[in-house]
């Protein structure tokens, strides 16, 4: 079965500093999605990284893909409060008809 | 609009009651899949439906039964509900086998179990 690690689970950090989400995988995928979720809110689609070296950037948050290393990163600049929420990364399988998420990392940006 | 709705939002019920979840969508996709996500936020899939036929059937109890009547739909009836299925339930969907886009989750059934 596919294995998805992040790390780290737990974030806390000021605002105006710099970080990055690690993402392991276990089998080879050319795919990788990012997603953000609130406290009792959905899941939403952040990133959709499709290659190897693929890399996207929306504001703060920077995604880039190393399918060889099987490992995605987030990266945060500057963190602001507003991004404060838990980040899921999650790999496809079976011709996407099964995803397998990481754990999670609960991100909590202080003032 | 709403992409992908659920209902309903919370359920609230008694260990041995049988209930069911709806989803449906409006995006036109192909793919609807059933979630749960567990008291420590891990996300599991349960279900993968294309175009109304099972793909993904993970090692859940045969207490949960999918049904999807048209590719726009996709619902989840549980019998006999036990403590342990207190979570939080996603549908959501995608378009068919091209991994291009990103699933769409509804906001999710917060079921618990008394």
């Known amino acids: 079965e596919l294995k998805v690690e992040q790390n780290p689970l737990f974030l806390s950090m000021q605002e105006g500093k710099n970080y990055t989400i690690y993402c392991n995988y276990s089998t080879t995928s050319d795919r990788l999605y990012w997603y953000r979720q609130d406290p009792g809110k959905s899941l939403e689609s952040l990133f959709v990284?499709?290659?190897?070296?693929a890399v996207k950037q929306e504001g703060r948050l920077m995604a880039s893909l190393d399918t060889k290393a099987r490992l995605s990163t987030l990266h945060i600049t500057a963190a602001v409060h507003d991004l404060s929420a838990t980040y899921f990364c999650?790999?496809?399988?079976?011709?996407?008809?099964?995803?397998?998420f990481g754990s999670g990392t609960k991100l909590n940006v202080k003032p | 609009d709403t992409a992908v709705s659920q209902t309903p939002k919370y359920l609230v019920t008694q260990m041995g009651n049988d209930k069911s979840i709806k989803c449906e969508q409006n995006l036109g996709h192909d793919t609807m899949y059933w979630y749960k996500q567990d008291s420590k936020k891990f996300l599991k899939i349960m279900f993968s439906y294309n175009n109304k036929e099972l793909i993904i059937n993970e090692t859940v109890p045969n207490r949960f039964s999918p049904k999807s009547p048209d590719k726009a739909h996709l619902n989840l009836h549980i019998n006999s509900l036990e403590l342990g299925d207190s979570a939080v339930y996603f549908c959501a969907s995608s378009p068919l086998g091209q991994g291009v886009q990103p699933q769409h989750f509804g906001d999710g059934t917060r079921l618990s179990i008394l």
């Open positions: 990284l499709l290659s190897n070296g």
């Open positions: 999650a790999v496809p399988l079976y011709n996407f008809n099964k995803f397998y």
